[in-house]
């Protein structure tokens, strides 16, 4: 699995349960309204079992609601379904994103959510290095 698919994932959640639109734009000035900002960051990875990379990443959302001057209500009933949404996993065929540290505040009228995303990724071919044998060798030898 690669960071993309986490993205697509998490998009496709969002998808099917709000009808909100999902921005990959900057966000500047004319914010659809009612829409998310999804943005990764903090990625970190570390070595996993049998050719695995077991890797993190902290997921930032920001939910801008419909009516920026009556949105109390509507704040509230995102912050729970997204709590709901995104305190379990998420399964992506064969594979498993694990969403953990689930915390949410509101910002200047935008629901702001954040997570840690877990996930394992299959290590690319081993890297082939031919000339190792000669350096041992040249090592030995001058020793």
């Known amino acids: 699995m690669q960071l993309k698919d986490v993205k697509k994932a998490i998009n496709g959640v969002l998808d099917n349960a709000f009808d909100a639109e999902v921005i990959a734009y900057r966000i500047e000035e004319d914010i659809p309204r009612p829409s998310f900002k999804v943005h990764l960051g903090d990625i970190k990875s570390a070595p996993g079992r049998s050719n695995t990379v077991d890797k993190s990443v902290i997921v930032r959302l920001y939910y801008f609601c419909e009516d920026p001057e009556d949105y ?3 704040q509230m009933e995102v912050q729970d ?30 629901v702001q959510v ?13 890297a082939e290095y031919p000339d190792m044998d000669n350096l041992v060798l040249e090592m030995e030898e001058g020793a």
């Open 114 to 126: 954040s997570f840690l995303v877990e996930y394992s990724s299959l290590l690319s071919e081993e």
């Open 72 to 74: 109390d209500i509507e």
């Open 81 to 110: 379904k997204l709590s709901d949404l995104f305190s379990n996993f998420v399964e992506i065929g064969d594979e498993v994103i694990r969403f953990n540290d689930y915390e949410s505040d509101i910002v200047s009228s935008t």
